[in-house]
């Protein structure tokens, strides 16, 4: 399966910005977003059930990030980023594998990821 990340950007502080990511076919493994900014590890940010479209969020992004699967194609998922700020900045990574709500902000156990979009918040 290949993931292929769109719509990252520039952005002043308190933007909005929609991430998509497609996968190149239906899969019943959980697709996640991450990031990783310079110097740092990546990070979780949101992941979405395939079995129920259950969502689980970083405590640092909840209320402003919304992730959705796209209804009429499942093979797409969304980032709904409201209320950016700089430290929103990274590059942002959709990942898939088979995880838990209790895993799925750990990066190691995914099994692929697509290439990255980049999101820059400026102040």
């Known amino acids: 399966v290949q993931l292929v990340e769109s719509g990252g950007g520039l952005v002043h502080t308190g933007g909005s910005l929609t991430l998509s990511c497609a996968a190149s076919?239906?899969?019943?493994?959980?697709i996640s977003w991450f990031r990783q900014a310079p110097g740092k590890e990546r990070e979780g940010v949101s992941c979405?059930?395939?079995?129920?479209?259950?969502?689980?969020y970083a405590d640092s992004v909840k209320g402003r990030f919304t992730m959705t699967r796209d209804n009429a194609n499942k093979t797409v998922v969304y980032l709904q980023m409201n209320n950016l700020q700089p430290d929103d900045t990274a590059v942002y990574y959709c990942?898939?594998?088979?995880?838990?709500?209790?895993?799925?902000?750990?990066?190691?156990?995914?099994?692929?990821w697509g290439q990255g979009t980049q999101v820059t918040v400026a102040s």
């Open positions: 990942g898939l594998g088979v995880v838990q709500s209790s895993s799925w902000y750990i990066a190691p156990i995914y099994d692929c």
């Open positions: 076919k239906l899969t019943y493994h959980e």
């Open positions: 979405i059930s395939s079995r129920d479209r259950s969502t689980w």
